[in-house]
Nanobody, 123 residues
Framework: QVQLVESGGGLVQAGGSLRLSCAAS????????MGWFRQVPGKEREFVAA????????LYADSVKGRFTISRDNLKNTVYLQMNSLLTEDTAVYYC????????????????WGQGTQVTVSS
């Protein structure tokens, strides 16, 4: 089992920045990937970014490229999502997820999920 705990959400004005953290514990994640997804009420959970633990390969949704950066700290078993130039449409609950194997943007390929953290961007 893998436990994921997100933190860092909050309220920010458009154009501002936030950094989300996801602390992982439990089974080893050395051969795995971590992802960030987001969801607004009435819509499906959508992919935001992903990173591989071992090589640090990254993948981004087009909507966040150039604004968001995913990174990881292997010693702390923590993944980060630095969000800059935030837009009101970035408002959502952000979820951290983990999967074994290669990096992916597919929601269904992830095995473990955190409880989510709310990000609200005001105009």
């Amino acid at each position: 089992q893998v436990q994921l705990v997100e933190s860092g959400g909050g309220l920010v004005q458009a154009g501002g920045s936030l950094r989300l953290s996801c602390a992982a514990s439990g089974r080893t994640l050395s051969n795995s990937a971590m992802g960030w997804f987001r969801q607004v009420p009435g819509k499906e959970r959508e992919f935001v970014a992903a990173i591989s633990w071992r090589l640090g390969l990254t993948l981004y949704a087009d909507s966040v490229k150039g604004r968001f950066t995913i990174s990881r700290d292997n010693l702390k078993n923590t993944v980060y999502l630095q969000m800059n130039s935030l837009l009101t449409e970035d408002t959502a609950v952000y979820y951290c997820a983990a999967k074994y194997g290669t990096i992916s943007s597919l929601r269904g390929s992830y095995d473990y999920w955190g409880q989510g953290t709310q990000v609200t961007v005001s105009s």
